[in-house]
């Protein structure tokens, strides 16, 4: 965390979520001021610190609904809500002092694309399916030999999480796909093959296969694997512990706090020279 970074003040969405406190409580060890929170009413937590919420000592501050009051003289919007949450976020956060906006939500479609280009006139927007520094150099990596590799090289995308996730694929494994198919001069929805289901389902050649597991408590388990007939390469990546998403996010805070209004990904935030 950089000095400019402690005199900021951060606002996190859904702070009673798994998500929400580990974002809330990373702010407060991270020097940053956390000073104000949204959550739904069924959560039922309007009479809690959102200190406590987070496994710190009390800040004075309690979640509302309302995302204005949330935000009031916030620096930074975070996000690792629901699409439709995060969407209607954006509109609430006009008029705010808010001026740099992190999306971690996933299950984001081309139907929310348009309204988060059009708040990037307004905030620096960092958005990203995974902001673990281990995920994006993955991401990278996908890219850089997806563009080396021929389409006699096969890509599979394997991706495991916790029973409880809602999306399939992940974000993150979204995002993996997508580095694929830049590497290789297209795009995921022309590139991607549909799942490998019953007794007629052949590869086309240059395809990138996906697949998903749910089970148990996983963080998230991610691998990318390139075959050829005589050897086979494996980018892989596990999360050990959920605190490194909301330490890249918190990186990724502090970076947009400085930035002018646009719309940034990782690549961005760590210089890795690709921007997404």
Not at 39 to 63: K, M, S, Y
């Amino acid at each position: 965390m950089t000095t400019a970074g402690t005199a900021l003040k951060v606002a996190v969405a859904g702070v009673a979520g798994r998500m929400g406190r580990q974002l809330a409580g990373m702010a407060i060890s991270q020097g940053l001021t956390l000073s104000g929170a949204s959550e739904v009413a069924a959560a039922g937590v309007f009479d809690e610190d959102i200190g406590v919420l987070a496994g710190h000592r009390p800040v004075g501050i309690w979640p509302t609904p309302n995302v204005a009051e949330a935000a009031a003289g916030a620096d930074i919007w975070i996000d690792f809500t629901r699409p439709e949450a995060t969407i209607a976020a954006l509109d609430a956060l006009k008029g705010t002092s808010v001026r740099a906006v992190v999306i971690g939500t996933t299950g984001l479609g081309a139907e929310h694309a348009a309204a988060i280009h059009a708040a990037a006139v307004r905030f620096a927007i960092v958005k990203s399916g995974n902001f673990s520094l281990g995920v994006n150099l993955l991401q990278a990596f996908t890219r850089l030999a997806a563009s080396r590799l021929g389409k006699d090289w096969d890509i599979e995308i394997l991706e495991s999480h916790h029973r409880m996730k809602i999306d399939a694929p992940s974000g993150t494994a979204l995002m993996l796909a997508d580095a694929a198919a830049q590497g290789r001069g297209g795009t995921r929805e022309d590139l991607v093959a549909p799942p490998y289901l019953g007794p007629d389902a052949p590869r086309k050649e240059g395809q990138i296969g996906m697949s998903v597991r749910r089970a148990g408590g996983i963080y998230g388990e991610h691998e990318v694997l390139f075959g050829a007939a005589r050897e086979v390469l494996r980018f892989s990546h596990m999360a050990l512990d959920r605190a490194v998403f909301a330490e890249g996010a918190l990186h990724a805070a502090v970076w947009a706090a400085s930035q002018p209004p646009g719309l940034y990904g990782m690549d961005d935030v760590l210089g890795l020279g690709h921007t997404g």
